[in-house]
């Protein structure tokens, strides 16, 4: 599946080794924008929609803040009363990680899947 990025941090090799990842430059420097109020999700939404478009992409992979997610809820909602949850819609997919951190150190994580957490 191609996607395009989305987080402050690069992807690590397994997650580029599950997906088709593009634009993970552009991806990582939207992804440092602060999104906190509802019209900022709206437009951050609308640029990742054509950015997907744009470079034949189906998903979003990366980390979504609060806002965020919240956007995709409402764009699922609208979608599910519009009849076309599966025509138009940019996926989007977090990681799901597995933590192999020892006690009192750094935080690290182990990339094990996507999962769709929500659409644009």
């Known amino acids: 599946m191609k996607a395009i990025w989305f987080s402050r941090h690069a992807p690590s090799p397994e997650q580029m080794a599950q997906l088709d990842i593009v634009n993970v430059e552009e991806g990582m420097a939207l992804g440092s924008i602060s999104i906190v109020e509802d019209d900022e999700a709206a437009d951050m939404a609308k640029k990742l929609r054509a950015i997907a478009i744009n470079h034949g992409a189906t998903a979003v992979a990366g980390v979504f803040p609060t806002a965020m997610l919240g956007e995709s809820w409402l764009n699922a909602c609208h979608a599910v009363m519009r009849g076309d949850f599966y025509g138009r819609s940019i996926s989007l997919l977090a990681s799901i990680n597995d933590t192999r951190t020892p006690e009192g150190s ?15």
């Open 106 to 120: 750094k935080p690290t994580f182990r990339h094990v899947k996507f999962k769709e957490i929500g659409i644009i």
